[in-house]
């Protein structure tokens, strides 16, 4: 499976952007996918995730803010992101797990809020 990211940039607080994720490869494999992020010197944070049946995760820190979704073809996920704070500025990640629990990472995507 590989994943491409894609959205980031450059957006003043309360601003939003909307990150997209496009798998190919295996992806009927594909379960769950998600966005994980990782700000400078700090370690990489989950952001939100949802599994191929909709189940929605997201950190006490996105919640109402933030909302995952995923494609049609399911092959794609979405991260809609309102009300920017400066704090989500960080490299956004996308990742999917297949059904043998197996991970893979696209590269990441820059998201600068400034204030």
């Known amino acids: 499976v590989q994943l491409q990211a894609s959205g980031g940039g450059l957006v003043q607080a309360g601003g939003s952007l909307r990150l997209s994720c496009a798998a190919s490869?295996?992806?009927?494999?594909?379960?769950?996918m998600g966005w994980y992020r990782q700000a400078p010197g700090k370690e990489r944070d989950l952001v939100a995730t949802i599994t191929s049946s909709g189940i929605t995760v997201y950190a006490d820190s996105v919640k109402g803010r933030f909302t995952i979704s995923r494609g049609n073809a399911k092959n794609t996920v979405f991260l809609q992101m309102n009300s920017l704070k400066p704090e989500d500025t960080a490299v956004y990640y996308c990742?999917?797990?297949?059904?043998?629990?197996?991970?893979?990472w696209g590269q990441g995507t820059q998201v600068t809020v400034s204030s």
């Open positions: 490869g295996s992806t009927f494999s594909i379960n769950a």
């Open positions: 990742k999917s797990r297949d059904i043998w629990l197996q991970d893979y």
